[in-house]
């Protein structure tokens, strides 16, 4: 089956919010297929000194969430500025790291979709420092974002997996 961006779908959705969209795609499919039959420990393994798959997949929950309220116009809440601060917390299980991770991404898509008509031109602003950049930009930016930490995943995954095998260096 061909890529997300490829199908055809989400023709109702103006271009880049369409791409922003297809990449929250392409994600939760390489996600779960790359990460399927992992167990727990090497999901919060640190294979070579990588970031475990744990921190990646949290990160992206919550970094969708904090880059689109910076999208809709707003700074983070406390409770968003205190998740920021679990993100590499250790030994969590699958079930629980794999949904928080669906639900972000069917969050996110909503979020997107109602953002989809503004102007992408309108002016946003980032951080406490208020790093100025538009709406266009933000959408941009959660799909690179997102692709970005997922190729990390994937190859995360491959070393884990290239553990498995005997006599393979930790």
Same mark, same amino acid.
């Given at each position: %089956? @061909? ?6 779908? !989400? ?13 929250? =795609?392409? $994600?939760?499919?390489?996600? #779960? ?21 744990? *921190? ?15 999208? /809709? ?6 409770? =968003? %500025? ?6 590499? #917390? ?8 794999? #949904?928080? *991770?669906? %639900?972000?991404?069917?969050? $996110? $898509? =909503? ?10 031109? /309108?002016?946003?602003?980032?951080? &406490? +420092?208020?790093? @100025?950049?538009? !709406? ?15 190729? /990390?995943?994937?190859? #995360?995954? +491959?070393?884990? +997996?290239?553990?498995? =095998?005997?006599? $393979? &260096?930790?």
């Amino acid at each position: %089956m @061909p890529e997300p961006w490829l199908r055809g779908s !989400l023709v109702d959705v103006p271009a880049v919010a369409r791409a922003t969209l297809h990449a929250l =795609q392409l $994600a939760e499919e390489d996600v #779960t297929r790359w990460c399927a039959d992992l167990t727990d420990i090497e999901l919060n393994r640190e294979p070579l000194g990588l970031p475990a798959l744990v *921190f990646h997949i949290r990160h992206l929950s919550r970094s969708l969430d904090r880059l689109l309220t910076y999208a /809709e116009g707003h700074q983070l809440s406390v409770v =968003q %500025m205190a998740a920021l601060g679990t993100e590499h #917390t250790a030994d969590i299980p699958s079930s629980v790291v794999l #949904t928080e *991770f669906s %639900m972000s991404l069917a969050e $996110a $898509a =909503q979020r997107v979709r109602a953002l989809s008509t503004l102007n992408l031109e /309108e002016p946003r602003y980032v951080g &406490r +420092k208020q790093l @100025p950049t538009s !709406l266009g930009g933000l959408l941009v930016h959660i799909a690179d974002h997102t692709q970005r930490h997922v190729g /990390e995943i994937i190859t #995360t995954v +491959k070393v884990l +997996k290239a553990l498995r =095998q005997p006599n $393979a &260096r930790t």
